[in-house]
């Protein structure tokens, strides 16, 4: 709902952080599958495995075991984002179609016949997205919409720091994935690791992809459709924000620049690539740390370009533990990159796809994830179907 109040492209990008920013529970994985069959409430969105009980999850672990669910590459397919799930109850089964987006649903059919159906296009294109919007926008804009607009009415995207911080918290008892952010806490201790902000950012953003990839039955604030994303943009604004003092109003504002800003990128992309989308969710994580420290669009530019001259040959090659790897090197890239953007330092347009605007770099990173990587995405799927024969 707008608030009539409100500039009307302000009002937009809050309908926009509203509709990419929610919180989600689980990943795709085929335990995800046994679970879904078993229950799960549809009308809960990305958060429909939320209620899983304990017998529910030792269930779907048997039917695994048993040799119940099998995951297959739909071939030929020229959807970025295709999943089709059919279950079996005896002679009985039933088939849903998502094309486009995590929780677009284009086609559902059982054993009776069709039930429901329409063309993508038009599942996606009913109504204007809220998204439509930034492809009209600049960065510029976003940070005058986050310096000027009201607290009140972005006081909403607290709840990111609330559900992330909680994960992280979980992350850090070191029982979950690969346990990263515990083990740099652990090495701290040692003194092998200085205890400093640096490392602070990077150990609880690590500690909270721990936990989401691990299992941990705690929703994440997910951005972009991605839980880690989520993270990603939220963690590292949080431990620089409590580091200087900042008040709600503050965290709020530069969480509001970091989760839009990441949104704004990653609008430009595919809504799954080759390009590990957890260094564009970092872009707005330096953004918004970038905003806690000086406030300057200069600092948030610069810190954005270096980001894209660093870390933009990141894969992804699926939802696994080893994402929290990258979620920490994003980070980790992110306040290097601030730091930098301070001493007035930064990744220049004579190298590489960094250009002159930081407008421009970013339409050159986005190309080539949409363009060039389909190629390596592809790729990347035949490596790890060969390891599932």
């Known amino acids: 709902m707008f608030d009539s109040t409100l500039n009307p492209l302000w009002q937009r990008y809050i309908l926009a952080v509203q509709e990419e ?18 229950g799960g409430n549809a009308n809960a969105g990305l958060e429909v495995l939320k209620d899983a009980t304990a017998q529910a999850i030792a269930d779907a672990k048997a039917l695994l075991a048993a040799g119940k669910v099998s995951v297959k590459i739909q071939e030929p397919c020229n959807e970025i984002l295709f999943s089709r799930a059919k279950v079996w109850n005896g002679e009985k089964w039933a088939c849903v179609t998502i094309v486009g987006g995590h929780t677009n649903i284009v086609h559902i059919e059982t054993h009776n016949g069709v039930v ?5 296009c038009v599942a996606e294109g009913e109504q204007e997205s809220p998204l439509t919007v930034l492809s009209r926008t600049t960065l510029a804009e976003i940070l005058k919409f986050v310096n000027e607009v009201p607290f009140a009415a972005i006081r909403f995207i607290l709840d990111s720091a609330k559900l992330n911080c909680a994960l992280s918290q979980e992350g850090l008892s070191g029982k979950w994935g690969l346990h990263i952010g515990a083990t740099l806490e652990k090495q701290c201790e040692r003194g092998l690791l200085a205890k ?23 929703p994440a604030m997910s951005n972009s459709g991605s839980g880690n994303q989520g993270i990603t943009a939220t963690m590292p604004v949080v431990v620089v924000a409590e ?21 704004y990128i990653h609008n430009q992309l595919p809504r799954l690539s ?11 994580a330096a953004a918004g740390m970038a905003w806690l420290v000086d406030g300057r669009y200069e600092t948030i530019s610069m810190a954005i ?45 004579n190298e590489g796809i960094v250009a002159h605007d930081v407008e421009q770099s970013i339409a050159n990173l986005c190309a080539l994830a949409s363009h060039s990587m389909q190629q390596t995405d592809r790729q990347i799927i035949e490596i790890m179907a060969s390891k599932a024969r």
């Open 21 to 38: 920013v929610k919180p989600a529970l689980g990943c795709t994985e085929p335990i995800s599958l046994a679970l879904a069959a078993l």
């Open 305 to 349: 370009s270096s980001m894209i001259g660093d870390v933009s040959g990141m894969i992804c090659d699926g939802a696994s533990n080893s994402c929290a790897m990258k979620v920490s090197t994003s980070a980790s890239a992110a306040w290097k990159a601030v730091l930098m953007a301070l001493d007035d330092t930064a990744v220049t347009g």
């Open 196 to 218: 400093d902000l640096s490392s602070s950012i990077v150990i609880r953003t690590s500690a909270a992809s721990d936990a989401r990839m691990g299992g941990a039955t705690l």
């Open 243 to 263: 580091h200087f003092g900042a008040d709600d109003e503050r965290l709020a504002r530069a969480l509001m620049l970091s989760h839009l800003s990441a949104i």
């Open 274 to 284: 080759a390009l590990c989308a957890a260094t564009t969710a970092a872009m707005g």
């Open 116 to 120: 429901f159906t329409q063309q993508a």
